[in-house]
């Protein structure tokens, strides 16, 4: 794990880790302390939206891992897609002495629910490391984390949105000008597509929609192909959006199972591309398609081209089966890494911009947002597809 550099800081510092869990949520299995660690309390709470979440089940175990294998004790909370059972949370672990909060906020890009938590943290002399979900809205993402009183109490570690999208509209038009006779089922010379997007408030779902999309339709018309065009005319917005914000599976297989009443084999206008903004509405409509016999996995089966994010372990097993065609790695285990390290520094009262900056330098796995002295970025990286 890539933690020399911070441990160096931490030993520059002469600090020493001394952590206890906090009380509720689910327990951890507490380490026993060590003759080098002080006698000193730190409580540390991991506070995420929906344990439910594939994605972030990926990051809960690395980090549980991690944060385990550095000697430090903490509880998970499931904020069960509930903001309110979230902020009751977190008030009762500040109460019961946790002084550092890790949060996956639940309302994503919500300034206000964000600056909340900030301001309960401070008042108790806490640290906040929010991650994967955004504090603010896709067009102010500095403003909150920029202002100087939070500025050495508080980091973010996530993802530079639009890389997904932009990785995406690459793999999406390389793979098209591969097969386009056999993705142009209809052979009217034009590739018809879906599109979920997700949680519509998420900065990641905003860009991955946009950028999936206009970069592939970029590259198709470079090489002198028609741009893709959305199967359903009467929809303007171009996406169908999980209304619960929870990017499932399920959402994305009911959605999927009703256009195909009507876009199909037998009227001829077959939807002949589907992409997801996250790998469980990948698979949630790859089920839909095989319900109509398509995707089965099987030599010579019908199968339509299917786009994620993520690379969870299901995708990558539906895309070695041939069901799935390719998907965005976003690393849950480099996510995992930074926040266990700066929830070690945060353990030892090392300002947060301090240790970001230790974290990003030399480290091609993790950048600095511009303009920002504590938000870090973890890159993407495409998995290849069949």
């Not at 949520?25 to 026993?32: A, H």
């Not at 408030?201 to 905003?206: M, R, T």
């Not at 914000?245 to 077959?270: F, H, I, K, P, V």
Request: proline content about 2%; some cysteine; charged content about 20%.
């Amino acid at each position: 794990m890539k933690r020399n550099r911070l441990l160096s800081l931490l030993l520059a510092l002469g600090m020493t880790a001394g952590l206890t869990a906090c009380s509720g949520g689910q327990e951890q299995p507490q380490p026993t302390p060590t003759a080098s660690q002080t006698t000193e309390v730190d409580k540390v709470g991991v506070f995420y939206y929906s344990f439910s979440d594939a994605y972030l089940s990926i990051v809960r175990e690395a980090l549980d891992a991690d944060l385990s294998a550095a000697g430090v004790s903490f509880t998970n909370y499931d904020g069960k897609n509930d903001q309110s059972v979230q902020q009751k949370d977190i008030d009762a672990a500040l109460e019961e002495g946790c002084n550092v909060l890790v949060v996956n906020l639940v309302h994503a890009g919500s300034a206000e629910d964000a600056r909340a938590i900030l301001d309960k943290a401070a008042a108790k002399g806490a640290k906040v490391i929010f991650f994967n979900r955004p504090v603010e809205e896709e067009n102010v993402q500095k403003t909150l984390l920029g202002e100087d009183s939070y500025q050495d109490m508080t980091a973010y570690v996530g993802t530079d949105s639009p890389q997904a999208g932009h990785l995406q509209g690459e793999m999406i038009a390389n793979y098209v000008l591969e097969h386009y006779d056999e993705v142009d089922l209809n052979g009217d010379g034009t590739i018809s597509y879906a599109m979920f997007m997700g949680d519509e408030a998420h900065a990641d779902a905003i860009y991955r929609t946009r950028y999936s999309v206009e970069d592939a339709d970029a590259m198709l018309t470079q090489a002198g192909k028609p741009p893709l065009r959305y199967f359903d005319e009467a929809n303007s917005d171009g996406y169908q959006a999980d209304e619960n914000g929870t990017w499932s599976a399920e959402a994305a297989n009911r959605a999927m199972a009703e256009n195909l009443t009507q876009y199909n084999d037998e009227n001829g206008n077959m939807i002949e591309l589907v992409i997801c903004n996250n790998d469980e509405m990948a698979r949630g409509a790859i089920e839909a398609l095989q319900a109509v016999g398509y995707n089965t996995g099987n030599i010579g089966a019908k199968t339509i081209p299917v786009f994620g994010v993520d690379a969870t372990d299901t995708a990558q097993q539906l895309i070695a089966q041939g069901m799935m065609t390719g998907t965005i790695k976003q690393d849950a285990e480099g996510m995992a890494n930074a926040i266990c390290q700066l929830t070690q520094a945060a353990t030892q009262d090392v300002a947060l911009s301090m240790a970001v900056s230790s974290l990003v330098a030399g480290d091609p796995t993790y950048s600095l947002a511009e303009g920002t002295d504590n938000k870090v970025y973890v890159a993407y990286a495409t998995f290849t597809v069949r």
